[in-house]
């Protein structure tokens, strides 16, 4: 007899979803790939803990979960800096810890951005949606039943967790048992998306639609601090500061949007689309983020301020570039500690 | 055909516009010109999106094999697969679409009738009249943009969206129909109801709709929307 090994959700937190690398070749039907707002702590969670195949993790926001944990784990919070207890004691984030069974996991408030990505060796094993396990919203399908969770789920885990919690944590360099008694190592990955002082920097390049707005329109874009509103979510930032006119009327036919079009609706109010966001729209485009900056974006809490700074598209290109090497170098070294 | 302009969505996706305004058989040779792109595979190209006049290239912008001049590569790739998409027929489905235009469903109908001083009876039998084709699937998983509409019961948007359209609302604005799959906010003019699920991830395929399929609108009536309706789970 196989017995389930699972997660037991005493408390949801604000926004907790299931979330892997995203549904990627369906948006064609309307159907975007959602995935983690933050790729790369998600990435940098998955690697601490072992996993190579970006399987699925907990995404949490603003507010954390409390979890008992059925089985022995082994796992990693990365991302948004939030205080996380196991059992009451301080457990240390950005790094693997050994989590015995019946352990009760309890994550407060974000301190320092705002999602975080708790992994564990094995992955979370929700049933594929459609050939991926990201939750999305929207439609509510993909993760638990398409939607937030609630109290009393239980999220199942891949069956050999205990068993892969255990060799893996036996094979990793310089572990360390922690003075609070929490089995852990002594190295951690690097926080590469928290937010630095505000407004942050996002860099835009001109979007197609830039040159329909008026002149005042189109110097304050890059001139104003904006504020990310609290009905922000998965699927947008909406950003309030000044209102962004168009030269004159105008009506565009619907069309394709991507992660990072920031949109202007009629009220002159931008809109950046986030990972939920839909793949149509008929809101003219001001701007589109950089990909690099996409996920110190979406670190930023609600209330928390941004400018934009105007970039080229070769320019864009280097930001990923130097983005993809400090992830690649972090992902090398977390990999060497697993003693390979 | 020229690519009029191609532009890049940021440094992830790049959009080739074939032109400005609605042309049906422009949009025909962009679902073939889709079919033709994704049968190539190109390994950091994770999404090929056709849309009403122009077509959406999204890619992987941390796949090692990305070209520098991913803008250019694009270009040559559209060109290259457009000789061989022009061979291409359309996908040849015909989607039947049950509609229910009673009063209940088609919230809009009697609005759509003052505005085109079209009577209610004329606005249904125009609906069911032309042939309609798929331009377009997006916004939400599966909602179709169908063209074809009648140019008399050509409307705008309503001035103020409804901000939950019904499950499964037939709607028309700006020459097109669309059937919303979902609860989502929505501007179009409600004319009626199916009881089909438009999108449904356990399905193969998921989508009722896809990009070049054919439609026809038949009327139902309220019985028979009951009957063909899935029972409440």
């Known amino acids: 007899m196989s017995r389930t090994r699972s997660l037991h959700i005493l408390r949801p937190g604000l926004l907790s979803t299931v979330q892997d690398r995203g549904r990627y070749g369906l948006q064609h039907l309307g159907v975007v790939p959602c995935g983690p707002m933050d790729p790369v702590a998600f990435e940098l969670a998955n690697a601490l803990v072992g996993n190579r195949n970006g399987e699925a993790a907990l995404e949490i926001t603003v507010l954390g979960p409390e979890i008992e944990f059925e089985c022995a784990a082994l796992v990693a919070i990365c991302g948004a800096q939030f205080d996380v207890t196991l059992d009451g004691r301080a457990l240390p984030l950005n790094r693997p810890v050994f989590v015995e069974e019946k352990s009760h996991l309890k994550t407060g408030r974000a301190l320092v951005g705002s999602r975080a990505y708790l992994a564990v060796a094995g992955g979370i094993a929700t049933a594929p949606v459609l050939a991926s396990r990201s939750t999305y919203l ?118 394709p949007t991507c992660l990072g079009t920031v949109q202007v609706p009629a009220n002159g109010l931008p809109i950046a689309l986030m990972a939920d966001h839909q793949t149509i729209g008929g809101y003219p485009k001001i701007a589109e983020i950089a990909a690099a900056d996409v996920p110190r974006l979406a670190q930023l809490m609600p209330g928390g301020t941004l400018q934009f700074a105007r970039c080229t598209l070769p320019q864009a290109g280097e930001l990923r570039r130097v983005l993809r090497q400090r992830l690649a170098a972090a992902l090398r070294t977390l990999t060497w500690m697993y003693g390979e | 055909m020229k690519t009029l302009r191609l532009s890049p969505l940021g440094d992830t996706a790049v959009y080739a516009e074939f032109g400005a305004t609605l042309d049906l058989e422009l949009n025909r040779s962009l679902q073939a010109l889709a079919v033709a792109l994704r049968a190539r595979a190109v390994p950091w190209l994770r999404d090929v999106v056709p849309a009403l006049c122009g077509i959406a290239l999204h890619f992987d912008p941390c796949h090692p094999q990305l070209p520098d001049a991913v803008l250019e590569a694009c270009e040559e790739l559209l060109q290259d697969c457009f000789k061989s998409a022009s061979k291409f027929e359309d996908s040849g489905r015909t989607v039947e679409v049950p509609v229910c235009y009673d009063e209940e469903f088609g919230l809009d109908l009697s609005d759509v009738s003052q505005r085109t001083s079209i009577a209610i009876k004329e606005i249904i039998k125009r609906h069911l009249k032309t042939q309609h084709w798929v331009l377009m699937v997006g916004f939400s998983p599966g909602q179709p943009y169908i063209g074809g509409l009648d140019p008399k019961l050509s409307v705008p948007r309503r001035a103020t969206p409804r901000t939950r359209m019904p499950i499964g609302a037939v709607a028309i604005a700006n020459a097109q129909t669309a059937v919303y799959p979902y609860e989502t906010p929505g501007g179009w003019n ?32 309220g019985e028979e929307f009951v009957k063909l309706s899935r029972p409440p789970h």
Request: overall charge positive.
């Open chain 1, 138 to 255: 929207p439609a509510g399908f993909g993760g638990l039943e398409g939607r937030l969770l609630r109290t009393g789920d239980v999220l199942p885990l891949v069956p050999n967790s205990p068993a892969l919690a255990r060799s893996r944590y036996a094979s990793m360099a310089s572990k360390k048992t922690l003075s609070n008694g929490l089995r852990s190592v002594t190295w951690s990955a690097p926080a590469l998306t928290l937010p630095e002082r505000e407004p942050i920097v996002i860099h835009a390049m001109e979007g197609r639609h830039h040159a329909l707005f008026d002149a005042a329109a189109q110097r304050a874009f890059f001139e104003a601090t904006w504020k990310v509103t609290p009905d922000s979510n998965r699927m947008g930032f909406r950003l309030a500061g000044p209102a962004l006119a168009l030269a004159g009327a105008l009506e565009i036919l619907s069309e």
């Open chain 2, 190 to 221: 409600v004319i009626g109801r199916t009881p089909l699920t438009v999108f449904d991830p356990a399905r193969d395929p998921p989508s009722l709709f896809a990009p070049g399929d054919c439609v026809r609108f038949v009327a139902i009536t």
